[in-house]
């Protein structure tokens, strides 16, 4: 697919150490939505990156593959929307299962800015 490579979710914006994680749930301010809950923690880093945490509860892993892509999608796409230097952790609620991206976008923009994300 053509072009495809340019839209990609970049390596830097991806929280991939275990140690970031664990910094995020250890110090960060958690956020709660309808169909989300998030870490939010500084980064120092003039971008702000991501990481998804869906446990085994949440469903099998067709289901929870899905949630993280979109989730992915949704902070890729929202990126301009959202703070820079900030390190992100998100948890799908279970409201997340039949998920559409432009409510996930809107959401998670609106947890980061501090207020609540629509509902």
């Keep these: 697919m ?5 839209q990609r979710f970049a ?3 991806r929280l991939c150490k275990k140690a970031d994680f664990t910094r ?8 709660i939505g309808r169909r989300v809950l998030l870490y939010v923690v500084q980064n120092g880093l003039p971008y702000s990156r ?4 869906v446990s085994r509860r949440f469903g099998q892993a067709t289901v929870r593959n899905r949630v993280k892509r ?11 929307e959202l703070p820079t230097g900030l390190d992100i952790v998100i948890i799908p609620r279970g ?20 207020g609540e994300g629509p509902g």
Aim: hydrophobic fraction near 35%.
């Design 11 to 13: 390596r830097r914006n």
């Design 95 to 114: 409201r997340a299962r039949e998920i559409a991206l432009e409510a996930v976008r809107s959401e998670i923009a609106g947890l980061c800015r501090g």
């Design 50 to 53: 991501m990481g998804c945490s």
């Design 2 to 6: 053509p072009g495809a490579g340019r």
């Design 24 to 31: 995020a749930f250890e110090t960060g301010t958690r956020r």
């Design 70 to 80: 979109v989730f992915r999608e949704a902070f890729r796409t929202g990126l301009e």
